[in-house]
């Protein structure tokens, strides 16, 4: 085989391999739209079926007008948006505070700190609830909202820690010398030269932890008592009865459930890419 025929050989083998992994990803997407806009005939049938040949949208209908375990659809999805958008500003504040701190300045405990972190992070959420539970009823917190952010931002911070500070040792301190020179604040500094630079890392840090508290069911379930209180992973549970599981309406409330996440997605994808280019700029 000739250096060209193996180039191109290679080119259509990974490019083969690349369609496969899209395919493989996007199928269970997919088959969840797919389901939602489905009779029941169609859905409860050993016949594999791809498309719905019957396009309805009772599921959908049944969804957000009968709502679910009393309450409305939109009482839940609220609840998930306040918890995740909360996870995601203190989250955000916070990780990129003490990411700026371990990687601008050298203190006593630094490197314990960053492998705490780490290790953190390496323990499973179920052998971590029943701390985490007791915490939050001694603070109050229990069976509100407030408690399910303080605990989501407590999981997704020491990932957002090391991320940013990625981001921020990869900005040449000579900037901020610069500015200081010119008579920058230190405070101006940070704001006008490192946050443009760190801004795509900051996009990427809200879009995992948004992704975390959105789709959070253990927490949910457990530091909430009241159903108006639940967010939409718990509320998909209730479609599971004894008699029976109504997996269309679970389908269409797990296409509603995904659509705030793909918009928010594509939104901070612009200022991720405005951030990429402010920071070409400011270099």
Not at 161 to 189: C, H, N, Q, Y
Request: charged share 10%.
């Amino acid at each position: 085989m000739t250096p060209l025929a193996r180039k191109r050989f290679t080119r259509i083998a990974l490019n083969s391999a690349g369609v496969l992994v899209f395919l493989f990803a996007i199928f269970p997407v997919y088959w969840m739209v797919s389901t939602s806009f489905k009779a029941n005939d169609q859905i409860f049938t050993t016949d594999f079926i791809p498309f719905p040949t019957h396009f309805t949208f009772e599921h959908v209908s049944q969804v957000l007008t009968e709502g679910v375990a009393g309450n409305s659809i939109w009482v839940y999805m609220r609840n998930s948006a306040v918890v995740a958008l909360g996870t995601v500003l203190v989250g955000s504040l916070f990780a990129l505070l003490a990411a700026t701190a371990v990687a601008r300045f050298r203190f006593k405990g630094r490197t314990s700190f960053l492998i705490t972190l780490l290790v953190v992070q390496m323990i499973p959420c179920e052998a971590l609830l029943i701390p985490l539970f007791l915490n939050v009823r001694r603070l109050g917190l229990y069976d509100q909202l407030l408690g399910l952010i303080v605990i989501q931002v407590g999981l997704t911070l020491p990932f957002g820690i090391w991320m940013l500070r990625t981001f921020v040792a990869a900005v040449p301190k000579s900037l901020e010398e610069a500015a200081w020179i010119d008579g920058a604040s230190r405070f101006t500094t940070f704001w006008k030269v490192l946050f443009p630079l760190v801004a795509p890392g900051l996009v990427a840090t809200s879009i995992f932890s948004f992704i975390t508290a959105w789709n959070d069911l253990i927490f949910a379930l457990v530091l909430m008592k009241d159903t108006a209180g639940y967010t939409m992973p718990v509320a998909l549970q209730f479609f599971f009865g004894q008699r029976g599981t109504d997996w269309g309406a679970i389908m269409a409330t797990s296409t509603l459930m995904t659509l705030p996440v793909i918009a928010f997605f594509l939104v901070v994808q612009r200022r991720m890419v405005s951030g990429l280019v402010a920071g070409a700029v400011k270099g």
